[in-house]
């Protein structure tokens, strides 16, 4: 019943900027952490950013200053504002949510993020 759909990936040129959506439904937005991930071919996924339910955020070292993740209650949706972009940020982005009452998690489908000269 839960829903994670992404969107906003693309090609993009090292120092560009893109903004990633995630529009869930079938959850009630607040009662969720919702967080980025990101996996590139070989590597594992890793947890880009993450936002609580009272606005708290926290981001890995190599995106800190670069990146911030926002949500819009109003909407369901939780962004990621990617900025000063670099080849080594390029993956396939997940939108996350993990429910702390029952520990569940759902994923999206990913979008493809690449940045290349």
């Known amino acids: 019943q839960v829903q994670l759909v992404e969107s906003g990936g693309g090609l993009v040129q090292p120092g560009g900027s893109l903004r990633l959506s995630c529009a869930a439904s079938?959850?009630?937005?607040?009662?969720?952490?919702m967080g980025w991930y990101r996996q590139a071919p070989g590597k594992q996924r890793e947890l880009v950013a993450s936002?609580?339910?009272?606005?708290?955020?926290n981001y890995v070292g190599s995106v800190k200053g670069r990146f911030t993740i926002s949500g819009d209650n109003a909407k369901n949706t939780v962004f990621l504002q990617m900025n000063n972009l670099k080849p080594e940020d390029t993956a396939v982005y997940y939108c996350?949510?993990?429910?702390?009452?029952?520990?569940?998690?759902?994923w999206g489908q990913g979008t493809q993020v690449t940045v290349s000269s």
């Open positions: 936002i609580g339910s009272r606005g708290d955020t």
């Open positions: 079938g959850m009630v937005f607040g009662t969720a952490v």
């Open positions: 996350n949510a993990q429910f702390r009452s029952s520990g569940n998690t759902y």
